[in-house]
């Protein structure tokens, strides 16, 4: 049972233009959301974060919004640079230090 | 700061044997780490919970006596993958919890496994 989805495998965007990267989930109990960003053969590098008490979050290029009543959250990414190419997880948890995580979506920015 | 180290990064092995999987928190010490398994165009799946001087705590389905998990310091958990089959390759990937701010958990960079 996937508790976070990630239901687009891929993503292609132009230099300069929005980047919009979706994530649902199922447990109404998760109180905490992470954005995770890898690269090929290296571990995720954390991006940004968003609590449940919030509906967004900002930092510099990056923004997440969330959704609870749709249990929804999107990672948008203005503008889009050739070095943001990766794949991008998202994360929830329920209190605990215990991430589920998305499948990820591998954004490719076009130059 | 916060950097995990995982080693090896790229490891081929013989089914049947058994080979050993190292996360150092560099420049802080953990008394918590994960681990984590990641097949291709997957999600990565916890494993375990590995605390420092006692048992880690497995994930439903995760076989403690296949995944042997050591926490034996603050800074060192090791993973063994013991008498490894073909279905064992994967990337494995490591994590620390460093106890404080947005993001608590600093990721090793994963070591790749594959049993010939």
């Not at chain 1, 508790?3 to 233009?17: A, D, M, T, Y």
């Not at chain 2, 995990?4 to 990064?9: E, I, K, N, R, T």
């Not at chain 2, 001087?53 to 389905?61: F, L, R, V």
């Amino acid at each position: 049972d996937q508790q976070v989805k990630q239901n687009s495998p891929s993503l292609s965007v132009q230099e300069g233009r929005i980047s919009i990267l979706n994530c649902d989930y199922t447990n109404s109990m998760f109180d905490y959301f992470l954005w995770y960003k890898k690269y090929p053969a290296e571990g995720p590098t954390f991006l940004i974060s968003i609590s449940s008490i919030k509906d967004k979050n900002e930092d510099g290029r990056f923004t997440v919004f969330l959704n609870k009543s749709a249990k929804h959250l999107s990672l948008h990414i203005v503008p889009s640079q050739p070095g943001d190419s990766a794949v991008y997880f998202c994360a929830a948890t329920a209190g605990t230090y215990k991430y589920i995580f998305g499948t990820g979506t591998r954004l490719k920015v076009l130059a | 700061g916060a950097v995990v180290s995982q080693h090896p990064s790229w490891v081929i092995c013989k089914s049947g044997t058994s080979v050993k999987i190292e996360c150092r928190s560099l420049d802080f010490q953990a008394t918590t780490m994960f681990w984590y398994r990641q097949f291709p165009k997957q999600s990565l799946m916890l494993m375990a919970t590995s605390n420092e001087g006692s048992k880690a705590t497995y994930e439903q389905g995760v076989e403690k006596d296949k995944f042997l998990i050591n926490h034996a310091s603050l800074t060192l958990s090791t993973l063994t993958v013991t008498s490894a089959h073909p279905e064992d390759s994967s990337f494995y990937i490591c994590s620390a919890f460093k106890g404080s701010g947005a993001n608590v958990l600093t990721f090793g960079a994963g070591s790749r496994l594959t049993v010939l």
